[in-house]
């Protein structure tokens, strides 16, 4: 079971966003990562149909965040990347062959899907606990005090 | 994210070689739950591979499970199927482009990866946290008592 790659992109570019006010070009963006502008505009776009980013036009135009980076949660972000679904589907295996449970049996979920999706919700609640500007604090203190600020100032200037 | 449409299978079959003492024919298993003996083949000697069943040759061969089920974990049965592998990889986007996070300062996961790290943690521990005794206790509770004895005697005999 594999995230999409582009999770690892859309949370960098978040949290490069929240050093910024003005909207910041997907090019640029591709710019400070290293990334294929194409690549990245993909998942600017499913960020902003998520309604995370908001994609302003014209010549100063660009992505900002939508909303406080203290209201973005990792969860926003990698169920508007990878897609919501839940990772395990029942095919109510249980109502099949000469043993099938039979229907009346069957109101509650079956108690093996009960226990996957209880695994589920706790990944989901852990990606729910952490936000954007949790995240943004500690790229700070992992890679110095000031980092994010350096990266708003390059954003805006292109100088570093 | 999606898991391998395997595991549902891969688990029914685990908790129903909790009535058994004697191997099964996979084909038998497979005619237990309506589903092609090749296809659910390849699930058996998946969790083969792994430990969790083995496999018997023989005339009265088939598969029995190699340890007790409350010694065999969900966790055990997914990676079994799926692929230990971890959901989300880190790249090492930071590392990447004109304001590179350098070597030096990356000594520890970038926090993003840790965050992501923390959250299929919580998923793995609730995986690990449930075993195949309890899905054999919830089914029977579930879908009645004796409902898993009724299943051992169908797969010993052929008759429900
Ligand atoms: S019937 Fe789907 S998990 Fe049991
Ligand atoms: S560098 Fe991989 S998650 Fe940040």
Redesign the interface.
Known sequence: ?????G???A??CC?VLTSVVEPVPAARLA?????SPTYLAKQLQALARAGLVHSVQGKSGGYVLTRSPSSIT?LDVVDAI??P?P?????E??R????A?PAE?CT?P???????S??????????RA?TIA??AV??D????EG?LD??GT?LRTGN?
């Not at 710019?31 to 990334?35: C, I, P, T």
């Not at 990772?87 to 095919?91: A, H, K, L, Y």
């Not at 099949?96 to 043993?99: H, K, Q, V």
């Open positions: 079971m594999r995230l999409s790659g999770v690892e992109w949370l960098h949290v710019e400070l990562h290293d990334v990792l990878d897609g679904a990772s395990f589907i029942c095919t295996i249980r099949r062959g000469p043993l449970t049996a509650e079956c108690p093996i899907a009960r226990a996957m209880t695994a589920e919700s706790a990944r989901r609640d852990a990606l952490v949790d995240l500690q790229v203190i992992s890679s110095g980092t350096g990266v390059w570093a």
